[in-house]
């Protein structure tokens, strides 16, 4: 998930028609991905607005997910959605809990050490099989630091806007 605008967060994208009769192919950002129907209302933007979009049917299809949209009723209504990003009202997700964190929430954070050095700014997370990781940016490099809480992410102070890690800034 990633955030959009203060108040809509990306769960998926569109990516194209599914059969004849207007549903559309989906790509989730949640996990697992079939949450990504258990968030409504839709919102779908073309880049320029959104616009909301009633979720009819929602179902895994061979390795993807497909969704029957309100007023969406043949291929080519259902092409003309391809590539919108699928958004929801940020009051529509869940509380993350103590300690917990949705992604959207930390990209775009500064990163800094226990010494007060500054890494860079978080570009996108990434799961790994063992932990998530947080791709950090700057003018200079990029660094993969692992999101794990006490040993490595000290810190997390969303309101500053500042993730505290202990971690070598050479590394």
């Not at 309100?70 to 209504?77: G, I, Q």
Request: aromatic residues 8%; glycine residues 10%.
């Amino acid at each position: 998930m990633t955030r959009n605008s203060d108040n809509m967060v990306v769960i998926g994208t569109v990516t194209g028609a599914a059969g004849i009769k207007g549903w559309v192919k989906v790509v989730s950002y949640t996990d697992p991905p079939v949450n990504v129907f258990e968030y409504k209302p839709w919102q779908l933007s073309d880049g320029t607005r959104w616009r909301q979009h009633e979720v009819l049917e929602g179902r895994p299809q061979g390795k993807g997910l497909v969704a029957r949209l309100a007023n969406v009723t043949d291929r080519d209504a259902a092409l003309a959605l391809k590539g919108a990003q699928i958004g929801v009202a940020r009051d529509c997700l869940p509380d993350a809990g103590d300690g917990c964190y949705y992604w959207t929430d930390l990209i775009g954070l500064t990163v800094r050490t226990t010494d007060h050095v500054t890494l860079g700014r978080i570009t996108q997370m990434m799961e790994t099989g063992a932990n998530d990781v947080m791709v950090i940016d700057d003018d200079q490099r990029q660094r993969l630091v692992p999101f794990v809480m006490q040993q490595v992410v000290k810190a997390v102070d969303l309101k500053e806007g500042m993730i505290t890690v202990d971690w070598d800034p050479e590394f």
